[in-house]
Every structure is written in C-alpha cells, then in structure tokens.
C-alpha cells in the first residue's frame, strides 16, 4: 500500500528510464512482457503511473529493492518518500557505484535497433526513424550570403564582422534530477553556428538560480550591446508547465519574469530597437505528442475582424513599446515534452542548427523558424512520439537577416 499512497509523488519525481525499467525487471518486480503491453496500450503520459501500479505487489523486499533501484538511478527524491532511512544510510556509506545494465531495446519498422530513454520532465532521448542509433552529430557550416537586403520593412545592420552578443546557458547536471545528456552536443552546434554568423558567444553551465538571475542582470546591462546589431539568449535545461526553466540547483526561473523582463526596452535600453532572439530548449509538461493521422488535407482559415486605426490623442508625446523587436522561440508547445537523443542532442537544437545553417544566407529569421517547426514534423520517434516546436512575436515587426560572412558596406 505504501507505493500505491505515493504513486503520484512517485511519477513526479522519477526520471523513468530504460535502464530504470531493466533493473525492476532484473529484480522480478516487473516483467519484459508487462512493460510493452502498457507502452503498446496506453497514453505515454499515464506509462509512469502503470509502471508502479505494476511493481505494488506483496512482499517485504519490493519496497526495499525499488528504493535500491530508484537511489542506483538517481532518484533520491523518490526513494525518499519510500524509506528515509535507507536513503541516509546510502548516504553515509558513499552512495552507490551505478550499475552497467543493458538498455531495453525496441526495432524499427525496417528492423533497426532503437534505444530510448525518458526523463521526469518529459525530455525524450530518441533517434530520427531513418538514423543509425550511433550515427554522429553532423558539422555546422553556414552557407555564406552574398546579397544584402535593404528596405523599411528589414532591421538595418551595419558594418563590422561583429553582429552582436550571444548568451548559452545549458544546465546538464542537477543536484537529483537526471542528467540531460546530448546537451553538450546542442552547445557545439550552437557555439559553432552563432559564430559563424558573427556572434561573439559566451557560454555558461549548471548554473543556480541566483547565478542564472545575476548573469542575465549583467548581460542586460552590459554596455557592449551598444555597438551590435542584435542579442540572442539560449537556455538548455529541464522545464516545466507554466513557463518554468529548472536551475542547476533544481529551483525555477520564470521566463517571463525572471529572463525576458531584463531585455524590454525600459530594462535594456542598449537594445532598444535592435532584434532580440530567445531560444528555450526545455520541456514546457509531461504530456507526449502521440500526432495524428494524416488525412492529406490543407485548409485556409479567415478572420471576420474588421480592420480599424486608432489615433494618439493631440499632443500626446511619441513613445515606444516596452516590449519590442523580441522573437522567442519554444522547443515545444505549452504541456508537452521535448526530445533528445544522447549522441546527436535535442531534436529542436539540431533541426534549428541544419535550418540556419543552410537557409540564413538568404532567408529571414522568422521564416527560418517556419521551417525548424516543419522539419520537426518529418520527425518520430520509435514509439511514434511527435514534436510541435512554436514561437512568438512581441512588436517583431521586420524581417532579420544575419547576412553570415557578408561585409557590409
């Protein structure tokens, strides 16, 4: 009874891997059988919740080899609830060396093997179908520009090899929460492709809450924005709903409040005018995108709403939005998760890096954007998980060019 009074705490705070599932089956709480009939049958979302109704059988051992497991895995919070003194005696005797167990395994339509592996926050490892498990990470080389592109309706940018600053933070390693491996591979092809396009990067990793908060205080305030033509901000790390980054010290950051209130025209005045990119690779819930099928119908939708001006009353002083010239743009929509693979990165980092480093000579930045969230369509993983990336405007009202190896006069 004690699993069955927990479970929900349970699901929130285990990172349900396949190597978490290989050893309750090791263990016998669990068999092989049992697990792909609830993958098979069931919502992946409720997979976590069957898995430990699974394991609540009788037996003075079950509770004690699935704290065992859970604490092997990591899952400190979890075991906790279950024994707290196991948990402090594991402690006190040095923690556990983590056992070398072989992951589930599961076979694509055309016979390939496919591993893959969950996390608490919803941050999925998995391979593209038609990829190799151990396919590399690809290399970032940008498609030089040759033309400049001028009008009222394009961000200006102005001579120098410089565009602007940009700014990773990637959180790979938490206190209890797992790992995200593949996360150093994102930071590369980050690394490699903002400099490509004239950025000056700078990189930070596992950072805690005030760390976070103090680095985005003084990149805000940095007088170097002055003399750049634009700013991006990248965070890789685990999320939550309601627009949550976790820390490396496993506490939150707000998005809105905490990460893109510093760069708004009244807090960020060396930005003022200049294009703001954000880019979040971090789960935003734990549902799974399951997808649909495809009926091969397009559609065009309509608005009703009349158009209308609206004047500034006589004498009225000019002023600019607080909140101006931003584009942030999500791994994934509210309430679902993100997917990683351990050898090739997010699919969201990934797919970005291929669109801008083939489109960015001569495509806009929004448009570029359409395009990561199509891609990621083509993508899915072995257990037919799907991914929906999305982003927002906030007075984004021309298009951005990087121009990547362009003089411009």
């Not at 970032?140 to 009222?152: H, N, S, W, Y």
């Not at 999320?239 to 893109?260: A, C, P, S, Y």
Request: with cysteine; proline share 5%; aromatic share 8%.
């Amino acid at each position: 009874m004690l699993i069955t009074w927990n479970i929900p705490f349970l699901v929130k705070h285990t990172n349900v891997t396949e190597i978490f599932l290989s050893r309750l089956i090791e263990e016998g709480l669990t068999t092989h059988e049992a697990i792909e009939n609830h993958k098979s049958k069931h919502k992946c979302s409720k997979f976590p919740y069957l898995v430990f109704q699974e394991v609540d059988k009788e037996g003075k051992d079950v509770i004690e080899k699935l704290v065992d497991i859970l604490m092997e895995t990591g899952n400190f919070a979890a075991a906790r609830v279950l024994s707290p003194t196991r948990v402090k005696e594991h402690k006190n005797e040095g923690g556990y060396k983590k056992k070398e167990v072989p992951l589930l395994s599961r076979l694509t339509e055309n016979g390939d093997p496919c591993i893959e592996e969950v996390c608490t926050d919803g941050c999925v490892s998995s391979k593209k179908s038609s990829e190799e498990p151990d396919d590399p990470p690809f290399s970032i080389k940008v498609v030089p520009a040759t033309k400049l592109f001028k009008g009222e309706n394009i961000y200006r940018i102005s001579s120098g090899s410089v565009r602007g600053q940009a700014l990773i933070i990637n959180n790979e390693n938490f206190q209890e929460l797992s790992s995200r491996r593949g996360s150093q591979v994102d930071v590369a092809n980050l690394f490699s492709l903002f400099t490509q396009l004239g950025f000056q990067v700078n990189v930070k990793e596992d950072l805690k809450r005030s760390e976070t908060l103090n680095l985005l205080i003084n990149f805000s305030e940095n007088k170097v924005h002055e003399s750049g033509d634009m700013m991006i901000l990248v965070v890789l790390s685990h999320g939550q709903e309601g627009g949550k980054i976790i820390t490396h010290d496993e506490k939150h950051v707000d998005i809105n409040q905490d990460i893109l209130r510093h760069f708004n025209n009244e807090n960020c005045p060396s930005l003022r005018g200049k294009p703001k990119l954000f880019i979040f690779q971090a789960c935003k819930g734990d549902e799974w995108d399951m997808g649909v099928q495809s009926r091969g119908l397009s559609c065009k939708t309509e608005t009703d709403a009349k158009p209308f001006d609206i004047e500034s009353p006589p004498g009225s002083p000019l002023k600019d939005p607080t909140w101006e010239d931003m584009v942030i743009s999500y791994a994934t929509i509210p309430g679902y998760v993100s997917w990683r693979s351990p050898i090739r990165g997010s699919w969201f980092i990934e797919t970005l890096s291929a669109v801008f480093m083939k489109q960015s000579h001569d495509t806009n930045l929004r448009d570029m954007l359409d395009l990561v969230c199509l891609e990621l369509k083509q993508r899915e993983s072995t257990q037919g998980g799907k991914q929906s990336s999305m982003y927002e405007v906030r007075g984004f009202h021309k298009k951005l060019f990087f121009y990547p190896s362009l003089q411009i006069p």
